[in-house]
């Protein structure tokens, strides 16, 4: 899958849906990251999230919820998480 270049580019206090995309040296400053989770997305360069918050919807936040369900095993995935299905899990990145 070619995922849409975005480069350069500053978000700040907006919605970006990261499904699909690859941000190469962009900065993001009190947005909402949503991730669906129906196609890959990346980024590279100086790409800082300041303040920002993470929605994972549909198939993201049900994969997150079943990894969850690892925690406290042997070989622990180190995070706990949970997620009814069809709300967002929402992670904070400060």
Do not use: W
Not at 26 to 39: E, I, Y
Not at 51 to 75: I, N, P, R, Y
């Amino acid at each position: 899958m070619t995922l849409r270049k975005i480069a350069g580019e500053a978000f700040e206090g907006v919605t970006v849906t990261l499904d699909g995309c690859y941000f190469d040296g962009c900065s993001f400053d009190r947005c909402t990251l949503v991730f669906n989770g129906v196609a890959p997305f990346g980024y590279s360069g100086a790409t800082p999230f300041r303040g920002c918050t993470v929605q994972l919807h549909e198939t993201a936040a049900m994969v997150l919820s079943q990894l969850s369900s690892f925690v406290g095993q042997e070989g622990t995935l180190g995070f706990a998480a949970k997620a009814e299905y069809g709300l967002p899990l929402v992670l904070t990145l400060d």
